[in-house]
């Protein structure tokens, strides 16, 4: 008797399907344990491509707080928050993407936030630096995002004083 199992649109109930099968010492049938397989490296990549995902907006918001403050608004600090916070729980749960997200990687993650820097604030590519202003341990570190944010809510206090 085979156990094959029918795929799954819903991620939980393929993974309670597994989790049985592996209980009942069930992996005897190849065609379970390659979907199974298959399923774990998908989960993973997705995972990684989460976290570059929240990346990118992050180093995206954090460029628009920087150069442009005065059109600075609190969702763009939410944002901020929120994408570092996210990005904290979710290397949490899968720690060795951390030491995925080497310099390099950081690097390309920048170069598309700059892409989107310049899309959303119509500033020239130039206005923003060749090369990523962060160090990946700074963009996982909860004090030095608060600190970011404090010191350019500074500035954009000081703008609207300036203007008015």
Known sequence: MTNYVEPYEDETKFLESMAKLLK???????????????????????NET??????????????KLKYQPGRATQSWIDTIYT????????IEDSPSIKS??????????????????????????DTFPKECPWLIKQMLDDDYITQYV????ELITNYYFKSN
Do not use: G, P, W
């Open 100 to 125: 995925k997200l080497t310099q390099e990687v950081l690097n390309k993650i920048y170069q598309k936030s700059v892409t989107d820097a310049v899309r959303e604030t119509h500033l020239s590519k």
């Open 150 to 153: 404090i010191e350019h809510e």
């Open 24 to 46: 009942e010492n069930n992996m005897q049938d190849s065609h379970v344990r390659t979907t199974l397989a298959d399923f774990l490296i998908e989960l993973a990549k997705h």
């Open 83 to 90: 994408q570092s916070r996210n990005i904290s729980f979710a």
């Open 50 to 63: 989460e976290v570059k995902s929240r990346l990118c907006v992050l180093m995206t918001h954090m460029l």
